[in-house]
């Protein structure tokens, strides 16, 4: 056991429920589909193993790469992995896939799509949003749609302003995307992201253990969470 997993199972508070913020976890472009499933299966039970939390909460986002098709049987082993270690399982754009493979959900890149995906999905389906602005996080929100992820782009606002806009106005769940680590995250665990997009720090983590990323990010999200005020 090292030093960070002591550390962060020091940390976590064994009365309270749920971690105030999860990992995003994209799955990175590959050809060895049982390797990264393998490494998957490795990851989520890092996050349930060091964690004292009753219930965990983590995403695993399926993007297909249009040049590099991945088979619905590989996509369905990632479905499994993360139904059998409780975590949510979604698919980018693709809600055809996503019915195929029983998969919790869809993160869409727009508004069309994701009407569509909620008419072809289950009424229990998540469906969400890609926003790069502000504009695009109130459409999410005036179209019903269950959850966003914010990511940074040219013409887009700041992810800051967007993740507090989103705060205030509504409890549904956000997502930062970005290449995180367990320093460069504490401004958006501090302003209260559901999830960090955690996938860089665990798929390319020096050790070559996705389970140390995990640790490591899982360790940040409890020395950086907000202080929470007691009303009484």
């Known amino acids: 056991?090292?030093?960070?997993?002591?550390?962060?199972e020091q940390t976590v508070s064994?009365?309270?429920?749920v971690p105030?913020?999860?990992?995003?976890?994209?799955?990175?472009?590959?050809?060895?589909h049982d390797k990264q499933c393998f490494?998957?299966?490795?990851?989520?039970?890092?996050?349930?193993?060091?964690?004292?939390?009753?219930?965990n909460r983590h995403i695993v986002e399926f993007r297909q790469n249009a040049k590099n098709p991945v088979s619905e049987v590989a996509v369905k082993a990632y479905q499994e992995t993360c139904f059998k270690n409780g975590f949510i399982f979604v698919v980018a754009d693709d809600a055809r896939l996503a019915r195929a493979v029983n998969a919790d959900g869809v993160i869409c890149s727009s508004i069309p799509k994701a009407s569509?995906?909620?008419?072809?999905?289950?009424?229990?389906?998540?469906?969400?949003?890609r926003c790069s602005t502000k504009a695009a996080a109130k459409s999410a929100?005036?179209?019903?749609?269950?959850?966003?992820?914010?990511?940074?782009?040219?013409?887009g606002d700041p992810l800051l302003d967007i993740l507090n806009w989103?705060?205030?106005?509504?409890?549904?769940?956000?997502?930062?995307?970005?290449?995180?680590?367990?320093?460069?995250?504490?401004?958006?665990?501090?302003?209260?992201?559901?999830f960090i997009d955690?996938?860089?720090?665990?798929?390319?983590?020096?050790?070559?253990?996705?389970?140390?990323?995990?640790?490591?990010?899982?360790?940040?999200?409890?020395?950086?969470?907000?202080?929470?005020?007691?009303i009484n």
């Open 14 to 17: 064994a009365e309270e429920d």
């Open 141 to 155: 929100l005036d179209h019903d749609l269950d959850f966003i992820t914010i990511y940074s782009d040219k013409d």
């Open 198 to 230: 955690s996938s860089h720090h665990i798929w390319t983590h020096p050790s070559g253990n996705p389970m140390q990323g995990v640790v490591n990010m899982l360790d940040a999200f409890e020395r950086y969470k907000p202080l929470r005020k007691n």
């Open 20 to 32: 105030n913020c999860g990992l995003y976890m994209i799955l990175p472009d590959t050809d060895d």
């Open 1 to 8: 056991m090292t030093e960070e997993t002591i550390i962060l």
């Open 39 to 55: 490494k998957l299966a490795q990851a989520l039970h890092g996050a349930n193993r060091f964690s004292n939390y009753s219930m």
């Open 116 to 129: 569509e995906a909620r008419k072809m999905l289950s009424e229990d389906a998540i469906i969400g949003l």
């Open 166 to 194: 989103w705060t205030t106005a509504t409890d549904n769940p956000i997502a930062v995307e970005g290449p995180f680590n367990q320093e460069n995250c504490q401004s958006f665990v501090n302003a209260e992201a559901t």
